[in-house]
């Protein structure tokens, strides 16, 4: 009760008089702590992310009197789109104003460095809060993520065994990443940053090889003391889809898996990605009903 009083009695603040500004790395520590205890935060950055984007003056905030009470963070652009990333409010700060004044802000600088399409991703449960307000302010919706697990580890074929897997290692970076670009839209391509620190600290990077050239590979996190692994990524070279690469993979995967040994594997992928539901079908994965609303927004030449 006493806290429900609180809130109906703190003061809004006023944000006519706030200040719009660019973050940077002196700003760490708060951006840190709003992102962390604000009460409408969301956080969708990898480990150690933040510090290199407000580095690169990827963040904006809400400044009154001399005090961030709203910040932003978009993603690293690739070509002409980028993810957004986080956001939070403080107490006190009205929710769709402030979340407008931190869009309207961002848009034209992203513009300014060739951005033309922001994404966002969000929980249906915990983003429930977020996802009306961007669609209110003019992002759409650009598909769902769908939530697949499978509980019986075991792979129903092989698949080519002419093709040869490796550990990924760092000297492989930049082949990976133009790999990347081919096989994926650009909005779903990963950035050197994630794919360099899942070669050098990931539990599974697996690459796929034939004539000791890359055609495909497989990433992969454990979770709960390894009774769990995700498959973040498997791609295929595209001219070699349907050939039984990708199955290669996967059985690798599902006997990594087998060994630990986990309980569960998942995994997330496109509603329109119907050709890789049916391998993961196929494979034993079934969807579990959790959805992630993919929402995109269009900058225009006027932000």
Not at 59 to 81: K, M
Not at 259 to 274: G, I
């Amino acid at each position: 009760m006493y806290n429900t009083l609180m809130r109906l009695f703190r003061k809004k603040l006023d944000l006519q008089r706030a200040q719009v500004r660019l973050l940077g790395v002196a700003d760490l520590n708060t951006v840190s702590r709003l992102l962390r205890d604000a009460p409408r935060r969301y956080y969708g950055l990898s480990s150690g992310d933040l510090l290199a984007l407000l580095e690169a003056h990827q963040g904006l905030g809400l400044e009154l009197d001399h005090t961030l009470c709203a910040v932003v963070v978009a993603g690293w652009p690739f070509g002409t789109t980028c993810w957004l990333r986080a956001l939070a409010l403080a107490d006190g700060v009205e929710l769709e104003r402030g979340v407008a004044l931190l869009l309207e802000g961002l848009a034209p600088i992203l513009h300014a460095r060739g951005v033309q399409t922001v994404f966002y991703a969000g929980d249906e449960g915990s983003d429930s809060w977020l996802i009306p307000l961007l669609k209110h302010l003019g992002f759409t919706l650009e598909t769902e993520v769908l939530v697949y697990e499978k509980r019986r580890l075991a792979a129903p074929a092989l698949g080519a065994q002419h093709v040869q897997i490796r550990p990924a290692t760092s000297v492989d970076l930049a082949e990976v990443l133009r790999l990347d670009q081919r096989c994926f839209e650009p909005q779903w391509v990963k950035d050197s940053l994630i794919i360099r620190d899942a070669i050098r600290q990931g539990p599974y990077f697996m690459l796929a090889e034939q004539h000791e050239t890359l055609i495909g590979y497989a990433y992969a996190t454990t979770h709960f003391n390894g009774r769990l692994v995700h498959l973040v990524r498997i791609a295929v070279a595209p001219e070699l889809r349907g050939t039984g690469v990708g199955v290669r993979l996967l059985a690798d995967l599902v006997d990594y898996a087998a060994r630990l040994p986990a309980h569960v594997m998942t995994l997330n992928t496109q509603a329109y990605n119907l050709r890789a539901q049916h391998l993961y079908r196929w494979f034993g994965f079934r969807p579990t009903g959790e959805v992630q609303q993919v929402l995109r927004y269009t900058i225009g030449e006027k932000s």
